[in-house]
């Protein structure tokens, strides 16, 4: 199995910065695509970002273009959103996903979801 463990949420004043950490685990054969989303109280889940396995960024949310940076590092299977200039509507439950081939089935790569980490933006 894959488990996808996320870090680094918490409480920051407008303004602010956090940076989420996304970890992957298990029996990893690729991971393909990269994903940060998040949801806010009374609102439906919203893809933030992708990152492909070769590194290239796409921020499908136009709010969060040069504030938001996506990354990766294949060598330890995670993914990171860089957040600066954090505001009060970027506030949401933050869950990271990954398209994922393991060993038991590498022709056929399934996606994963985190548990998700809480991100508050508040004076």
């Known amino acids: 199995q894959v488990h996808l463990v996320e870090s680094g949420g918490g409480v920051v004043q407008p303004g602010g910065s956090l940076r989420l950490s996304c970890a992957a685990s298990?029996?990893?054969?690729?991971?393909?695509?990269m994903g940060w989303y998040r949801q806010a109280p009374g609102k439906q889940r919203e893809l933030v970002a992708t990152?492909?396995?070769?590194?290239?960024?796409?921020y499908a949310d136009s709010s969060v273009k040069g504030r938001f940076t996506i990354s990766r590092v294949n060598a330890k299977n995670t993914v990171y959103l860089q957040m600066n200039s954090l505001k009060p509507e970027d506030t949401a439950d933050y869950s990271c996903?990954?398209?994922?081939?393991?060993?038991?089935?590498?022709?056929?790569?399934?996606?994963?979801w985190g548990q998700g980490t809480q991100v508050t933006v508040s004076s």
């Open positions: 996903n990954a398209r994922v081939a393991t060993y038991s089935n590498p022709k056929y790569p399934a996606d994963y």
């Open positions: 990152i492909t396995s070769g590194g290239a960024p796409n």
């Open positions: 298990g029996s990893i054969f690729r991971i393909d695509v």
